[in-house]
């Protein structure tokens, strides 16, 4: 539950910076920004909390079952090469990773909207033109 609750308010603040640069609105308080990253931040702890999460299934699969283990390996494994390789893929890109698997494309997941919200912060605070209150 604590991982969708970070993504809601990681989506709340990434709206309202992209709300304000596609207004045109460069006024903010410092605090506002800060939250934004916060949000950020608890994002790409998300990712890797996902990651242990399949590495602790695989582990406790490994030690009771082999069978199992060697079943479910190739579906939950995460290759945090080619996850973040996918997560900076172009839609064109996409496609290069259809093989990959499902806890390799989760991470991914929560890897590229962490970079999405980089990028929106970025872009609305490096454009020259944000007057900080306080």
Do not use: I
């Not at 506002?32 to 608890?42: D, F, I, S, T, Y």
């Not at 945090?80 to 172009?90: F, G, H, Q, T, Y």
């Amino acid at each position: 539950m604590k991982n969708a609750e970070a993504y809601r308010e990681w989506a709340r603040w990434h709206d309202w910076a992209r709300g304000l640069v596609d207004e045109q609105v460069f006024a903010v308080v410092a605090e506002e920004v800060e939250g934004l990253r916060k949000a950020q931040k608890r994002l790409g702890e998300v990712a890797e909390q996902v990651r242990r999460e399949l590495n602790s299934v695989l582990t406790s699969y490994a030690l009771h079952s082999r069978e199992l283990y060697e079943k479910l390996r190739p579906h939950l494994e995460v290759d945090v090469k080619k996850a973040e390789e996918l997560a900076e893929a172009s839609y064109r890109g996409l496609s290069d990773y259809s093989g990959a698997n499902m806890g390799t494309k989760a991470y991914a997941a929560f890897s590229q909207r962490r970079e999405a919200g980089y990028t929106a912060t970025r872009q609305y605070c490096w454009r020259g033109r944000v007057l900080w209150r306080t």
